[in-house]
């Protein structure tokens, strides 16, 4: 364990599977805390699965989302394992985190209320689909279902076109984030009372988060969002335009950013009509503005306005697929793409750094059960490669 990781003198246990909880619980491992994941011994984690690409041993997926664990194969059937389990978290454990259907936890005895009950200085994490109380609490969910359900993706994409779900799994991530806030305030609050808590929080609610703006402009509105594409609603133009050769994001922010783009494609006259002067007005003619730019754009490449753009000092950036961001010099300067201590597969770390120093891909993720021993004391361990 590095002892100049934040986080590493912290045990958490994750009883986590999929996506959500396993983020979670990853940024305790990244900034050094020992994280033993709790699995089914006949199967792991279902992301285990989660493939191809499968890269040492599981999928890329399961990888990038567990490395820096250690895996515990625990059959919450058989009692002896189970209170072995229960004795661990209660001798070592600091946080429990846990993203199991609804009532799991509960049947086995492991959940906050009872954990805590035996270790009030434990900190217990409940992240579920739904949230805690209503119709739907019962339920489980996934990204997609989160996405369609808050509202989400009745703002994404095109008007006219097929629903369209935001490529990353916001929803899985972000509640991950959300529940890694809540259980380091929680930790900040036990240093000066040396109580523990229950934190809660759910992929439901994480999505209502995002819609947190749309939700305030439709109530001061009275107007219900429409999907814009790459567009903002409420500013012009702020969105994709078709160069030559590819496209370009352009985004005029405000008056001055306006006049500085009309002068750079070579219209400087453009915000002396009263039409396009303010970005109130040019949102009332967004699609005016919209053909202006796209037709002065669509006469060069993406490279010449870049640097015409950025030399003017308006905000813009290229379309890019995933080699291109990959490969380019910004990524490389931020070595943000980590090489793995062995194996094969490189992974993204932590946006964080601490006094410059990014934390560092220590461990790969672990094979099914190999840390068993170190909670149950067994000297057999159920251990599967």
């Not at 049947?107 to 805590?116: A, E």
């Not at 990204?143 to 993706?153: K, R, S, T």
């Not at 009372?193 to 809660?200: A, L």
Request: proline share 7%; with cysteine; hydrophobic share 40%.
């Amino acid at each position: 364990m590095n002892a100049a990781l934040p986080l590493h003198d912290l045990v958490v246990v994750e009883i986590g599977v999929s996506v959500a909880g396993p983020f979670g619980a990853s940024v305790f491992a990244e900034l050094g805390a020992d994280v033993f994941k709790i699995e089914n011994p006949d199967r792991g984690d279902d992301a285990r699965a989660w493939g191809p690409p499968f890269v040492d041993g599981s999928s890329a997926l399961f990888n990038a989302l567990n490395r820096s664990k250690n895996s515990v194969a625990i059959d919450f059937k058989d009692a002896s394992q189970l209170n072995a389990l229960k004795a661990f978290i209660e001798d070592r454990a600091d946080i429990v985190l846990q993203n199991m259907r609804p009532g799991m936890v509960d049947r086995f005895g492991l959940d906050g209320d009872r954990l805590r009950a035996a270790k009030p200085s434990l900190i217990y994490c409940n992240m579920g689909a739904y949230g805690t109380g209503g119709p739907l609490e019962d339920r489980a969910g996934y990204d997609p279902l989160m996405q369609a359900f808050a509202g989400i993706m009745s703002v994404t994409g095109e008007e006219g076109r097929d629903p369209v779900r935001v490529g990353p799994s916001i929803i899985d991530v972000g509640t991950g984030m959300w529940a890694a806030i809540g259980i380091l305030s929680a930790l900040h609050r036990r240093t000066e009372t040396g109580k523990g808590c229950t934190v809660d929080s759910s992929l439901f609610e994480t999505a209502l988060a995002w819609m947190g703006h749309h939700s305030a402009n439709y109530l001061g509105s009275g107007v219900l969002p429409k999907r814009f594409g790459t567009e903002n609603s409420g500013i012009a133009p702020y969105r994709a335009f078709e160069a030559s050769d590819d496209w370009l994001v352009i985004a005029a922010g405000n008056d001055n950013l306006f006049a500085r783009l009309a002068t750079a494609l070579g219209h400087p006259k453009w915000p002396d009509n009263p039409d396009f002067a303010t970005n109130p007005s040019r949102v009332a003619n967004r699609d005016r503005v919209n053909d202006m730019v796209s037709e002065a754009v669509a006469t060069n490449t993406v490279t010449h306005w870049i640097k015409k753009l950025e030399a003017a000092g308006v905000p813009c950036a290229p379309l890019q697929d995933l080699e291109q961001v990959l490969d380019h010099p910004q990524t490389k300067a931020m070595a943000m793409m980590q090489d793995p201590p062995e194996g094969t597969l490189p992974l993204m770390g932590l946006p964080l750094r601490f006094d410059g120093e990014r934390p560092a891909y220590r461990r790969l993720a672990p094979a099914l059960g190999r840390d068993t021993d170190t909670v149950t004391g067994n000297t057999k361990k159920t251990t599967k490669d």
